[in-house]
């Protein structure tokens, strides 16, 4: 069993940043791809970024490729998402995800994976 635990969200203005944290229980990070989706009102969710166990193979959905970087520490068993140069699209419940992988170096998770496990999510609002 793996717990997802996210923090760092808040509100911020247009242009602004923000650091989201996911924290996991359990001794077996290193064996999950890690990942972040959003789902902003009336939407659904949607994939955001993924980063392999290794942090060698990373993804991104097209929006948000150049202003958000995702990255991981398997020593802290915490993945991170840095957003920079924030829209108000940016607005939604972040939500921190991991997937089980026998394979160190793949990124495994994309728009139609359903992860091992959630968090219980973050809000973002950017104002404009």
């Known amino acids: 069993q793996v717990q997802l635990v996210e923090s760092g969200g808040g509100l911020v203005q247009a242009g602004g940043s923000l650091r989201l944290s996911c924290a996991a229980s359990?001794?077996?990070?290193?064996?999950?791809?890690m990942g972040w989706f959003r789902q902003a009102p009336g939407k659904e969710r949607e994939f955001v970024a993924a980063i392999s166990r290794s942090g060698g193979s990373i993804s991104y959905t097209n929006s948000v490729k150049g202003r958000f970087t995702i990255s991981r520490d398997n020593a802290k068993n915490t993945v991170y998402l840095q957003m920079n140069s924030l829209k108000p699209e940016d607005t939604a419940v972040y939500y921190c995800a991991a997937d089980y992988s026998p394979y160190p170096s793949t990124q495994t998770m994309g728009p139609r994976t359903q992860p091992d496990y959630w968090g219980q999510g973050t809000q973002v609002t950017v104002s404009s």
């Open positions: 359990g001794r077996t990070f290193s064996m999950y791809v």
